[in-house]
């Protein structure tokens, strides 16, 4: 079964720090893989989607920015956070078909 | 451009009672329609998922949503919830063959289970 593991479970950091976040599938041979960011109490929203290793495309412009280094993972960071920042990431990853997401435990960030 | 409508910001029920969470959605044609459940600071668990075929689908823990083209609407269903029902329900839908499969997520009920 696959499974998909995200750290850290929770940051508290400050602005203008920097910042990353990691996402881990197993598996699961070259999946489609995606990061998605929840504000605190909101809907979900789309930031990043990689297919294959050392290709990652931008949905939304955040001052944040995603890599895929190995098959299985995928990397979410930035080198200075802002307030806007803080919320619920989530990684998510599907087969090649990209029917169905099935997503991570999230990692929560506040930025203070 | 495609859009999800949840209706139901909060819905309280008593424990034993049936719920329905509605959700609408916006597409020209057929999309793909989902129902994820959040609890309390976890992340999405998928619930069920319409692509095509019968209207009425099943999921896990005794959930079930109909798919309907005429009022484009999947609600969900359950017939008897338990206080462990209390969650976040997402209604999303993504489109067949679209760059980086993206889901368009309604807002979300927050469904509390009374004992």
């Known amino acids: 079964a696959q499974t998909i593991h995200q750290w850290p479970v929770a940051e508290i950091k400050a602005v203008g720090s920097p910042l990353s976040l990691g996402c881990t599938i197993k598996?699961?041979?070259?999946?489609?893989l995606y990061w998605y960011w929840q504000a605190t109490g909101g809907t979900l929203q789309q930031l990043f989607y990689?297919?294959?290793?050392?290709?990652v495309e931008s949905v939304v412009q955040l001052n944040l920015s995603a890599s895929r280094p190995k098959d299985d993972q995928f990397i979410l960071s930035t080198e200075k956070l802002l307030l806007s920042h803080s919320g619920f990431y989530l990684c998510a990853w599907s087969d090649n078909s990209g029917n169905t997401l099935y997503f991570g435990e999230g990692s929560r960030l506040i930025v203070v | 451009a495609q859009s999800v409508t949840q209706p139901d910001a909060r819905v309280t029920v008593s424990e034993g009672a049936s719920l329905q969470l509605r959700c609408k959605y916006s597409?020209?044609?057929?999309?793909?329609l989902f129902w994820y459940v959040q609890y309390p600071r976890q992340g999405l668990q998928l619930l069920l998922k319409?692509?095509?075929?019968?209207?009425v689908v099943q999921g896990v823990n005794s959930f079930e949503a109909e798919f309907s083209k005429s009022n484009s609407s999947f609600h969900l269903q359950k017939a008897s919830v338990h206080w462990s029902d209390s969650a976040v329900y997402f209604c999303a839908l993504s489109l067949p063959n679209s760059a980086g499969n993206k889901l368009t997520f309604g807002i979300g009920t927050r469904v509390l289970v009374r004992p």
């Open positions: 990689s297919i294959t290793v050392g290709q």
């Open positions: 319409y692509y095509s075929g019968d209207p």
């Open positions: 597409y020209s044609a057929t999309p793909y």
């Open positions: 598996g699961k041979s070259s999946p489609n």
